[in-house]
């Protein structure tokens, strides 16, 4: 059962709505979450706060906090949440926002060599991260959840949520404009040259984290049915993505190094495989013939 995402009742921001005429700029941005627009509309522009930015790329989201209402779900917390294609550092979180979330120091994650050592900006301001931690965030407008992305921890207070074009990238947030065009087109960003290391790191270790998750259900679902032969085997299965998992989350590793050590792990995994298999088909070959009851009782009749 999927859990609501509750929104804030009050919402700073009001729709201000023109006279009909062809999507703008702004209908095509929040196109990119998802929100269907008809042939011909009313345009949508975003009054702002007095103090607000007036950027189309500084939008209002929610983010998960640890705080739950009365049916046990997440209370969401709006935040301003500015779309940086030029942050190649990562998403960045102020920490004054998640003292906000509720979060305790022990939902902080230490960081990768790469992120201890920080980052300078393209206006030359650097960050040293102080933490990182994995928030679920969606816009109001658009079906789309995107859970457990990590962030890393920063000191400034001028802002709550960035998201930086490894996931801009990552989760098609963004298009990109042709700027050699008269009208403004979009074309997938699929170009953007990042770091395939980096990118595989991040995905295997939330795909893995969700595997062990599935495998604990299944376990459970297992005892529960009276299913007890077919624990061992995902016990096992278990025991194998979390000796995966702890090599994706070790601090102490580079990315290189991280898919090294996985590279191996799974060639001995595959190794044994192979040797169980091969040692399965030889007790088959030298397994005596079934028993057949039918056959025995046939010899004694033609007795």
Not at 96 to 108: D, N, Q, R, V
Not at 132 to 139: E, G, Q
Not at 183 to 211: C, G, M, P, W
Not at 241 to 257: C, F, H, Q, V
Request: with cysteine; aromatic share 6%; hydrophobic share 30%.
């Amino acid at each position: 059962m999927a859990t609501p995402f509750p929104a804030s009742s009050k919402d700073s921001r009001q729709d201000v709505l023109d006279g009909d005429h062809k999507h703008t700029l702004i209908d095509r941005f929040w196109g990119i979450f998802s929100v269907g627009l008809p042939t011909k509309k009313r345009s949508l522009q975003i009054q702002e706060e007095p103090n607000g930015d007036s950027s189309p790329w500084t939008i209002p989201v929610y983010v998960l906090s640890t705080r739950q209402d009365k049916d046990k779900h997440q209370i969401a917390v709006q935040a301003k949440c500015t779309i940086d294609t030029g942050n190649m550092q990562g998403n960045i979180v102020s920490r004054k926002f998640i003292e906000m979330l509720g979060y305790p120091e022990s939902a902080i994650a230490p960081l990768t060599k790469e992120e201890e050592a920080g980052a300078t900006s393209v206006t030359g301001h650097r960050l040293i991260p102080q933490g990182a931690i994995n928030l679920t965030w969606y816009h109001k407008k658009s079906t789309r959840v995107f859970r457990d992305t990590r962030f890393l921890i920063s000191p400034n207070e001028h802002y709550d949520l960035i998201i930086g074009a490894w996931s801009i990238q990552k989760d098609r947030i963004l298009d990109v404009p042709n700027l050699m065009l008269d009208i403004i087109t979009f074309t997938r960003l699929i170009d953007l040259d990042l770091d395939s290391a980096h990118e595989d790191v991040r995905n295997r270790r939330y795909k893995v984290k969700d595997q062990v998750a599935q495998l604990r259900n299944d376990i459970n679902n297992a005892r529960k049915l009276g299913e007890e032969g077919s624990i061992p085997k995902y016990e096992q299965e278990q025991k194998d993505l979390n000796k995966e998992y702890a090599i994706w989350t070790n601090p102490g590793w580079s990315d290189d190094e991280k898919l090294g050590h996985v590279k191996t792990l799974k060639a001995d995994l595959k190794a044994k495989l192979v040797l169980s298999e091969q040692n399965r088909e030889v007790e088959t070959e030298d397994a005596p013939p079934p028993y057949n009851d039918k056959q025995s009782l046939d010899k004694k009749t033609s007795k």
